[in-house]
């Protein structure tokens, strides 16, 4: 009996064969690796414990046109609201601010508001008597003083006239307003006054002056008269010395 040799080999491709020394080669069937099982991996997701208030912006909007502020619009940005237009005055502009910050589910104002340039219109009062002018108001610019103190340089002394109280006001408008009030006695220095105001044609002017105003000349001899009545001599139709010289002073005036 032969005895077979056989030998082992490995092919290409690591399949394993077996080679006899009488006859064709034997072929293994290749092994089958037992499929592996996947576990499927989840990764948790955490999840957002903050939920973001939504501002009620219908609420904003009833809030901001109940302060009455029709120029100031609103913009919302989650719990962001910015304001943007003109308020009347600084005040008004803290006011809205503090009213806006309190609605629910607002965590930030951002003030994009300017107040509104006031638009002041000019106006005087001239207050006049007998020996005195005084001036309050305000006026646009030194200009403007200067005309009422060439207006009553006219009439009065420099010491008479009392204008540092008139006021430049920065913004202000033309004159639409001049008051001339008081009490004189003289008819004369009444119709000074008149005549000095009378360049202010743009704005409508008022002079109360007393009535039964006289000239100048009456209210001199009155005052003359006063410190120095006329006398006589006694039982005589003679004036006194005294009175000679008031007599003279009258002829003067």
């Not at 290409?12 to 072929?27: A, D, H, I, K, Y």
């Not at 607002?106 to 106006?123: G, M």
């Not at 103190?149 to 008479?160: F, H, M, W």
């Not at 001899?221 to 000679?244: C, R």
Request: no cysteine; hydrophobic share 50%.
């Amino acid at each position: 009996m032969a005895i077979g040799v056989f030998s082992l080999a490995v092919l290409f491709g690591g399949v394993p064969r077996l080679t006899f020394g009488f006859g064709n080669p034997l072929e293994t069937t290749p092994a089958t690796a037992p499929p592996i099982e996947r576990i499927p991996t989840t990764v948790p997701v955490e999840e957002s414990t903050t939920t973001q208030t939504l501002v009620d912006q219908v609420t904003l909007a009833a809030a901001v046109a109940s302060a009455g502020f029709p120029d100031v619009a609103i913009s919302v940005s989650g719990e962001v609201v910015t304001l943007t237009g003109q308020v009347p005055d600084q005040a008004s502009l803290q006011a809205l601010l503090q009213q806006v910050g309190a609605v629910e589910g607002v965590s930030e104002v951002l003030d994009r508001l300017s107040v509104r340039a006031a638009s002041a219109a000019a106006s005087v009062k001239v207050e006049v008597s007998q020996n005195a002018a005084t001036v309050t108001g305000r006026v646009k610019d030194q200009a403007t003083i200067d005309r009422f103190t060439a207006a009553l340089a006219a009439v009065y002394r420099d010491e008479q006239i009392e204008i540092e109280t008139l006021e430049i006001v920065t913004g202000a408008g033309r004159l639409e307003q001049l008051s001339v009030a008081g009490t004189v006695t003289d008819l004369e220095l009444q119709e000074a006054i008149e005549q000095a105001f009378a360049e202010f044609a743009e704005v409508s002017t008022l002079l109360a002056v007393e009535l039964g105003a006289r000239p100048r000349v009456e209210l001199e001899l009155d005052a003359l008269l006063a410190d120095a009545p006329i006398e006589f001599e006694s039982g005589s139709a003679t004036i006194t010395d005294g009175a000679a010289s008031v007599l003279d002073e009258i002829a003067v005036v």
